[in-house]
């Protein structure tokens, strides 16, 4: 009888209801099966939207609930109950652990509880299933909406701008914002200028010796507006002039003196339009796309370069590189954990946080030596879906790669120059729109950003209780309660990324000490490849400690928790390299062999020989993207994106 290939989503659900009674002994074998069998019938009767949109639901309030700044009420979202308790009646004897029967919290809630309970809740929220048009329009709408809330804040800009010169002649604000505090007299505009004279005050003096012509542009590893391939990148063909008046064309466009010499005549014909960029849907989850901007391809060489350098600038100046990280996510993670047992510390979410970042706001916080150069590379307009130029109020959209670290160094300023005093201060944490800051200063930090046209997400930030949630990590009375999210929906076929990323999903789940389920995604992958190695057959290959990712080499995916499956695999040994290897699936990107004339493929070399890919948000992505089969760098060689093929080689 041949293996059952298919992998079916709600056994995951039973197999993780089983993980929670084996662990926690909540259930007995009765109740056990009534929970499963209850959940086979919503799935049957609902379909995969109640595991990708009711679960999730009650997942939501259960995370508001546990904050303390609501009461768990399952009637609130149509869920049924237990009598007179306002507990749910699914999963209701962990439920009993966590919470009163009025849907309180308890004084000591049972932590391993609410990681088995969300681990259910949220298992398939990000699941990357098909979205409709409607769920496109919503996306494209809530830019807009960004983009029309960003104008209304146009004429408060306009005044600070105006009036905050004035501040240093009046007396009574020479003070620091703590000392004026107590002042009765202290106007909402007042403080606005405080803060924007002590923000305008700090990123002076980070970029007092920055100098943004000093930068080694590249491109960027994504599409770009004006549609040019990988190969023809560096072909160019149009450079606007609002970024040649600031970077010439000879310096930063040519692989050296020689190259402008031999390539005179063809410069000629390059154009200087300013083209507008280009908004594209990219699929996300369940829920609906994600809308990105891509840049023009001459915008983005100069935004890549500048982003680099601001990065090492703020990654090691004195004044930030404690308190503003781009590259490493774990300060943010640990003040997560560590808030939510404490209480001390509290984890704030910006909604749309790159689409509200005001052009104008940048205008007036960042020095004028840096603002010219931040603008001549920003895109001004881009063109939506529907063909419609839209003109940008916004400093850049998600796309840009400029995006990002303005946004962390705006948050950053403003509540830095908000901040009462030092030892608050050096408790702010910002990667992005993910913030942390001291409990007592959430509720001023929060007045600051929304007075400067920021929008928290109050539903998702975390300032009382004891869950806390940043950068991947959710935590709750200093236990890490994250759930594993299965985002690649399973397929039946051999196929490069449920491959890799199941591997993956079945190691987290090992780590989480979820061994039903681990067995049960371990056999379906063995139904559908065969043998998959063992942990064992990638530590006997020899390899260096955690890479620069966090992510510790591998030559091939592999699985922990199984016994060993080497002697199931063709093996030999290398004579050169003195080792064992097995013959082994690994995930190779076919590539593309152009050349291009020899200055062109001396400029790939200057700014790509050395280059290392940024780290991805996706921690099960990073993962599988480390057991991508890498080749030497070569000029003349492309990866083709978005497309991976499952071979065996001998690893």
């Known amino acids: 009888m041949a293996a059952n290939k298919s992998l079916d989503e709600v056994d995951i659900i039973a197999a993780l209801l089983a993980d929670a009674h084996a662990s926690l002994g909540v259930f007995d074998t009765r109740s056990l099966r009534l929970t499963q069998q209850s959940v086979i019938r919503r799935y049957r009767s609902e ?10 639901r009650l997942g939501k309030h259960v995370d508001h609930a546990l904050t303390g700044s609501v009461r ?17 009646r699914f999963l209701g004897e962990m439920f009993e652990r966590i919470f009163h029967t009025d849907g309180s919290l ?8 609410v990681k088995y309970i969300r681990q259910i809740l949220y298992s ?14 919503k996306v494209i709408e809530a830019f807009k909406q960004a983009e029309k809330d960003l104008s209304e804040m146009q004429a408060r800009f306009a005044f600070l701008h105006s009036a905050w010169h004035s501040i240093n002649q009046r007396r009574h604000l020479s003070g620091k914002l703590g000392d004026l505090e107590k002042s009765h007299t202290l106007t909402e505009d007042d403080r606005s200028f405080l803060i924007i004279r002590e923000a305008r005050r700090l990123l002076a003096e980070l970029f007092t010796s920055f100098d943004p012509t000093d930068i080694y542009p590249c491109h960027g590893p994504g599409v770009v507006a004006t549609k040019q391939r990988l190969w023809e990148k560096f072909q160019w063909t149009n450079v606007s002039s609002r970024i040649t008046a600031l970077y010439p064309f000879d310096e930063y466009f040519c692989s050296s003196i020689g190259h402008v010499c031999d390539s005179y005549d063809r410069f000629d014909t390059v154009t200087d339009t300013d083209h507008s960029a280009r908004v594209i849907l990219v699929p996300k989850d369940s829920r609906g796309p994600r809308l990105i901007s891509c840049e023009p391809v001459d915008f983005q060489w100069i935004q890549q370069g500048l982003r680099k350098a601001i990065y090492r600038l703020v990654e090691s100046h004195w004044i930030t590189r404690f308190n503003v990280f781009f590259t490493d996510q774990g300060p943010n993670q640990r003040g997560a954990l560590l808030g939510s047992s404490s209480g001390r510390y509290a984890t704030l979410d910006l909604k749309e946080a790159s689409d509200r970042v005001d052009l104008d706001l940048v205008r007036l916080l960042f020095p ?21 130029k839209f003109p940008l109020r916004k400093f850049a959209p998600m796309g840009s790669a400029l995006c990002f670290p303005i946004m962390a160094l705006t948050i950053w300023a403003l509540l830095t120059a908000g901040a009462p005093d030092a030892d608050t201060r050096e408790c702010i944490l910002v990667y992005g729109d993910d913030v942390i800051v001291p409990t007592a200063f959430a509720g001023s930090a929060i007045t600051i950003l929304e007075s400067f046209g920021l929008k928290v997400n109050h539903d998702k930030s975390c300032t009382q209780g004891f869950f806390r949630e940043s950068c991947g990590v959710d935590a709750f009375k200093g236990v890490d309660v994250t759930p594993v999210r299965f985002r690649t929906v399973w397929d039946e076929s051999p196929r490069p990324g449920t491959y890799t990323s199941w591997i993956s999903y079945a190691n987290s789940c090992w780590d989480r000490q979820y061994y039903s389920c681990h067995e049960y995604i371990v056999s379906r992958l063995q139904a559908v490849y065969g043998p998959v190695p063992s942990e064992d057959m990638a530590y006997a290959y020899p390899h260096s400690d ?22 199931l695999f063709a093996r030999r040994f290398n004579a050169n390299l003195q080792r064992m290897e097995y013959k082994v699936r690994v995930v190779k990107s076919p590539s593309i062999v152009k050349s291009m004339a020899g200055w062109l493929m001396l400029l790939r070399w200057f700014t790509e020989g050395q280059k290392q890919t940024e780290p991805d948000l996706d921690k099960h992505q990073r993962v599988a993207d480390s057991f991508m089969d890498q080749r030497p760098f070569s000029a003349s060689r492309y990866t083709k994106r978005g497309v991976s093929l499952l071979t065996r080689r001998w690893r």
Do not use: N
């Open 72 to 88: 768990l009420d399952p009637a609130a979202i149509r869920l049924s109950t237990c009598g007179d308790s306002h507990l749910p």
């Open 124 to 137: 398939f929220y990000k699941y990357e299933l098909p979205y409709d048009e409607m769920q496109e329009q």
């Open 106 to 113: 308890l004084q000591d809630p049972d932590a391993k509880c």
């Open 546 to 567: 955690k890479d620069w990712r966090g992510i510790t080499p591998s030559p091939f995916p592999y699985l922990r928790g199984v016994p060993s499956q080497a002697h």
């Open 47 to 56: 379909g995969v939207g109640f595991l990708t949109k009711t679960l999730p």
């Open 368 to 388: 004028l030596s840096l603002t010219a150069y931040l603008e001549c590379s920003r895109s001004t307009s881009t063109v939506l879906p529907s063909g419609e």
